[in-house]
């Protein structure tokens, strides 16, 4: 069974840093995209990045591009994303996600597993 648990979440100030962390375990499939989401309340679900597990490219959306990385510590069984100079806007509670590997998951979507999230909030 796929199992996908997130933390790191919190309160910081703009400009500020967080490091989330996504414990993954259960993957029968070797290669697999591991990606972030976000949801803030009345908005529609966007990802904010995504790891591919064979050859490590990573993919962000303009938003957050510079400011957010996504890395893959295999021995760990964990994804992080770090993100940094954060924004009120980036508010939002936060999703770890898996798929088995396609050009779709590439672009947010054919992700079949998904964590509880973690809430996210910047104030400024």
């Known amino acids: 069974e796929v199992q996908l648990v997130e933390s790191g979440g919190g309160l910081v100030q703009a400009g500020g840093s967080l490091r989330l962390s996504c414990a993954y375990s259960g993957f029968t499939f070797d290669d697999y995209a591991i990606g972030w989401f976000r949801q803030a309340p009345g908005k529609e679900r966007e990802g904010v990045s995504c790891?591919?597990?064979?050859?490590?490219?990573?993919y962000y959306p303009e938003s957050v591009k510079g400011r957010f990385t996504i890395s893959n510590d295999k021995s760990k069984n964990r994804v992080y994303l770090k993100m940094n100079s954060l924004k009120p806007d980036d508010k939002a509670v936060y999703y770890c996600?898996?798929?088995?590997?396609?050009?779709?998951?590439?672009?947010?979507?054919?992700?079949?597993?998904w964590g509880q999230g973690t809430q996210v909030t910047v104030s400024t």
């Open positions: 790891i591919t597990s064979k050859d490590g490219k990573t």
């Open positions: 996600a898996a798929g088995l590997f396609s050009s779709a998951t590439t672009r947010g979507r054919g992700y079949s597993y």
